[in-house]
């Protein structure tokens, strides 16, 4: 795996461990909800991630984005769907998210190289 | 048609001619990349409204939440498919879109109930 | 009861019953979250509405501070609380803040002068 | 004076008079410093006006941009040097901008009718 | 002090010093009121700190929820309440509130370790 | 050139590129559009990147900022007005603008240091 998936997988894992096993409710049943949204539905869970990737661009969270840019790119979306999802979340959320586009581009690159 | 749809869309035409009238090249040129992003490209169109959705919904804008509900009724998109968009957009987005979330319900029954 | 206040209750109870006939389960369980999250923990009730109405006010969601201004009032918190509450939120928020200041002041009027 | 533009100033006036007779003392500074911010330095008053309203606009806040718009209207400056502040809050801020843009422009012209 | 805790502190005193050694009139008020704010008045020490950490978690300003963290450690809060306004911030704010949640559950694991 | 900008400055520059490089005709535009919005117009070049900058850093995007703090400087922008327009920054944004103030004037002193 990259150096720059590892590191962010390794500290996502160890942070929700510490945050659940503090057993406060509402933050765990959060955490169970955010697993049942992206579950498939009515829409099937390719496009429910590009939901989730086109929410994290706009607001511009970088570890959000690369959640579901991982999610995308295990769930077998092509770069060209994810690139227009980006797009978009540029169009909407204006020049402002270029900088985590920058920073999408580049993990994405490496979610294809690692293998 | 509805008055609230009516309203909103008669508002919106109004204005948007006097704001291209005024040929700002930058402006122009944003509202044209409106109309080309949500055009059919690797993802159809109803996935891109679905998409315009989210992003409208997380930034909390009302104006654009109905704007792209009204494209997702014309696309021919279930009321589950945009009801499982906006239960992401909430969850992503907390609670404080709650409150939009009743305006997209709202509209959304409204734009149903003109036919 | 104030028209203000009652016009804001009776919206939305109205759209909260459509949004929850609609059994969508995510939608469902952040609504019963949010009623769990402000219920007495290790801080009581007050102070947890007093919370609700800082990250309200800093996000500038009119109708989420009206919410916890109702919810303050009933459980007794003092305008002088609540204005302290406002200053920070204001502060932290920044001058954008002072609009919604205005709605929140007009409000907690309303919430006084209905009894 | 236009409706519109008399009815935003007077809520304005009435309730900023609610809010500085409670004497909190972090809220008053901040109206203080409202003044002072905006006042000639190295910067002139034109200039701090167009960055107020550019900064308003991206933050989505149709009354600071009113306010703003109307102080920008005062100081002479030029409608075409405001809709270019307004074209650059437009791609900084993405489409989401655009609703705001409407009502800036229907807003403008109210100053401008008025005389 | 632990190395995450003493770096923040340290660049932080250092680039304040920069900032107000510049003697600009408006940042600097600022700076003092940050201090008003958060003193005691009807609200004690403690409960504002509460507050200044779920407006900054749902604002998503890592260095403020450090700073406040901080703040409500020395002034004795317990974990309890500290996670109890976290999970009120991470329902209002939504998910995307969660990568902060990670870096909070850190800091606050860092200062309790220090000592 | 100092080591700050030159990071800064690279990385921009190569993912630009890739990004460029990928032909998505909405993304392209926008970068084109950034070009010609910051163009001599109705504004002097100075001026728009003041309105870059406060719309940068009220949106607390440190690249952003950064890249117009740049442009600012080799526009020969004086330090004066560069503080006078982060002031205003602040006061509109509030207290969560300050991290990113911190790293706007470690910025500037770099971009003065390095020649």
Request: with cysteine; charged share 30%; glycine share 4%.
């Amino acid at each position: 795996m990259s150096k720059l998936v590892k590191e962010f997988n390794d500290y996502r894992s160890k942070m929700n461990d510490k945050i659940l096993a503090d057993n406060n409710k509402v933050i765990k049943r959060i955490f169970n909800l955010d697993t049942n949204a992206f579950a498939e539905g009515a829409l099937d869970v390719a496009t429910k991630e590009l939901l989730g990737l086109v929410a994290s661009t706009v607001l511009r969270c970088d570890d959000c984005v690369k959640y579901h840019l991982e999610s995308c790119y295990k769930a077998g979306v092509s770069k060209e769907k994810v690139i227009e999802t980006l797009s978009i979340a540029t169009l909407v959320g204006g020049t402002i998210v270029i900088p985590h586009l920058r920073k999408a581009y580049e993990y994405w690159d490496e979610l294809e190289n690692q293998s």
